[in-house]
């Protein structure tokens, strides 16, 4: 790494496998892979994670509702979020399985180092929610029920280890309210210091080997208990640096003044704000030092849902948009402080009008009457750059496709206004002036989309350097 070059380390959650993804998982990639591209163009050593949360008791259930032995249900799932990478274009860097070796290893590391204080064993009896994988207390259930899965929880009653979160209110605080951690958007910044304010709770982080039905990673010198999954999932974000054999990776990307950012959805950002810092701080180690937590996407005003049938599969979408018509779709359709909604009209309606009559047209209009001055362009100092360094900062990237946008609408009124076809006749030399700034401003423009729109933006620079036209988006029916 050199000297110039500042280590970025950026993740999304780890999903469960207990049935293939959906386009939540899908936009969820696409907002760090976006976010990735754009830190890697600007000279930063980005390493982009994801993955996947194989050692849940969902994912046992599952396969045994499927009737196959949970290893095989579990690989036959993770390959289809792995080919989320070929589907969506992702740049991830590497893809951590939480049943691996180097997993299991990393986990097993932590829990040993945690302060020997915050962990110990006691009986407990609560209700536990398996969708969650959490404990709940009765003012968490609406109507007797978890609000984040509409089932009721059932009750467990056991000796598990307990991890001492109660001690670690102050220090948490302190964290999150100076920003040494951040939290966005800011609302959940405060939604999390609201909740450290009505006192943390220590928490169970075993299960027994039954409960657990034989599956995840065993706790360290304690054969009857398994990890809770939360403790081993959260320990990917490092165990898939070498974390167990202080890699490389683990230095240059965690125990450094990098980067450490996390995207997650924000029904699990209680688990990343509270709970994986205060392990952290446990065992002597950095905490991130940004959480992002996105919105939901919902699909005709509702939650998808399998027994609605409206669960839209990412490859459905590419397979009528293209990757790059998926990509823009999912992202501008989620805004930052609240969920977005999918409905398959609004999705041909913004395709044909800002991919297919706004980008592809521009692209198209631009390189057909500007062919003679490709590639001979010196210098690009006629066009406005398009700083979007402050919302990409802050994970605004919905406001960034705006923005973008806004740019290509000004550029084809700009054509509509000077009439090219017309100056080339009448006044060549101002013809050749309007074109020259026009094909500067798509390569502005492209630069801008890169991170977004990989493939399309490819095109539009080899257009640009060789000539030659091709269609972008064809308009969807």
Not at 58 to 63: F, G, I, L
Not at 165 to 172: E, F
Not at 256 to 265: F, K, L, P, Q, Y
Not at 280 to 292: H, K, N, Q, R
Request: proline residues 4%; glycine residues 8%; contains cysteine.
């Amino acid at each position: 790494m050199s000297s110039e070059k500042k280590p970025f380390y950026i993740t999304t959650a780890i999903d469960y496998v207990n049935g293939a993804p959906h386009v939540g998982h899908a936009t969820e990639k696409v907002i760090a892979d976006a976010i990735a591209r754009y830190w890697r163009a600007r000279g930063e050593e980005v390493f982009f994670l994801t993955g996947t949360d194989e050692n849940s008791l969902k994912n046992v259930q599952a396969a045994e509702a499927a009737g196959k032995e949970t290893s095989v249900f579990v690989d036959e799932n993770v390959q289809k979020f792995r080919d989320l990478g070929e589907t969506l274009h992702l740049s991830f860097d590497d893809f951590i399985r939480t049943t691996e070796k180097r997993h299991f290893d990393g986990a097993q590391k932590l829990w040993k180092l945690f302060a020997k204080d915050d962990v110990y064993k006691k009986k407990y009896r609560g209700l536990y929610c398996v969708g969650c994988e959490e404990f709940k207390l009765e003012k968490d259930l609406e109507n007797g029920l978890c609000p984040e899965h509409g089932r009721a929880p059932e009750m467990v009653e056991e000796e598990n280890w307990f991890f001492r979160l109660s001690a670690y209110g102050d220090v948490l605080k302190e964290k999150i309210a100076g920003d040494e951690m951040k939290i966005l958007p800011e609302f959940r910044k405060n939604e999390v210091l609201s909740f450290i304010d009505g006192g943390l709770e220590d928490f169970s982080i075993s299960r027994s080997v039954e409960r657990a039905k034989h599956w995840g990673v065993p706790v360290p010198d304690d054969p009857e208990q398994i990890m809770y999954v939360w403790v081993d999932a959260l320990s990917n974000y490092i165990t898939a640096l070498d974390f167990a054999t202080d890699g490389e990776r683990y230095e240059m990307f965690w125990n450094s003044d990098g980067e450490r950012t996390h995207v997650i959805g924000k029904g699990i950002l209680r688990f990343h704000a509270v709970y994986w810092p205060a392990m952290l701080l446990s065992a002597g180690l950095p905490i991130p030092t940004t959480i992002y937590a996105h919105e939901y996407l919902t699909v005709e005003g509702k939650k998808m849902s399998k027994s609605l049938g409206n669960v839209i599969a990412p490859g459905d979408l590419t397979e009528e948009f293209g990757t790059d018509g998926t990509r823009y779709l999912l992202l501008s359709s989620l805004p930052y402080s609240k969920d977005g909604d999918l409905s398959h009209d609004r999705m041909i309606e913004k395709y044909n009008a800002d991919l297919a009559n706004g980008l592809g047209n521009l692209a198209s209009r631009v390189l057909a009457l500007g062919g003679a001055f490709v590639g001979t362009q010196k210098d690009h100092a006629t066009v406005r750059s398009i700083d979007l360094t402050t919302e990409m900062e802050q994970f605004r990237l919905a406001e960034v496709l705006e923005r973008i946008w806004e740019r290509i609408a000004e550029a084809n009124k700009y054509i509509e206004d000077e009439k090219p076809w017309e100056l080339k006749k009448t006044d060549p030399e101002k013809f050749e002036a309007v074109m020259r700034h026009l094909l500067d401003e798509l390569r502005s423009i492209a630069e801008a989309l890169a991170p977004f729109l990989p493939e399309t933006t490819e095109k539009i620079f080899a257009m640009l350097e060789t000539g030659g036209k091709q269609m972008l988006f064809a308009r969807v029916e």
